[in-house]
């Protein structure tokens, strides 16, 4: 999956795992497994944990999907209430502690939305405006 997303064929995996395309096609159709050493590779080639390349078994829907890049997390779907509500799922707001009454803003563009704790919104938005003066102040 994580090769076929990249646009990748077998041969240019197995050449940065440094064995056959044939091996490699092994492991694709499940006949063998690779080695932990092999299996480090793969996950830094792809940049994404060793734990997520062997246990990541996420799902959308019906859909089984890719482990994320490292510093990238997935925590499936939610659904819209009535007026419009979300819940957040708990290993979310766990992860940017998220509690009652946190402070969100909701950012998007036509792909879709996104959400960022507004104080750090605030922070970067502060830092890029005091880069912009001292640009202007240089010319």
Same mark, same amino acid.
């Given at each position: 999956?994580?090769? @076929? !997303? ?5 041969? =240019?995996? *197995? ?9 490699? *096609?092994?492991?694709? =159709? ?5 080695? &932990?050493?092999?299996?480090?590779? !793969?996950?830094?080639?792809?940049? &994404?944990?060793?734990? *997520? ?8 829907? @019906? ?18 209430? @009535? ?25 998007? @563009?036509?792909?879709? &939305?996104?959400? &960022? =704790? *507004?104080?750090?919104?605030?922070? =970067? !938005? ?14």
């Amino acid at each position: 999956m994580l090769r @076929n !997303l990249k646009g990748l064929t077998q041969e =240019q995996v *197995a050449e940065v795992v440094e064995i056959s395309r044939q091996s490699y *096609a092994k492991w694709e =159709q499940g006949e063998t497994v690779p080695d &932990i050493e092999k299996c480090d590779r !793969l996950a830094s080639f792809y940049g &994404i944990k060793l734990d *997520a390349l062997m246990h990541y078994d996420e799902k959308v829907g @019906n859909t089984k999907m890719a482990p994320p890049p490292e510093g990238k997390f997935l925590w499936g779907t939610i659904k819209l209430g @009535n007026r419009g509500q979300i819940v957040i799922p708990k290993e979310a707001r766990d992860k940017y502690g998220l509690q009652e009454g946190s402070r969100l803003v909701v950012l998007g @563009n036509e792909d879709g &939305i996104a959400l &960022i =704790q *507004a104080e750090k919104f605030e922070s =970067q !938005l502060k830092s890029a405006l005091e880069l912009s003066r001292k640009m202007v102040a240089e010319d």
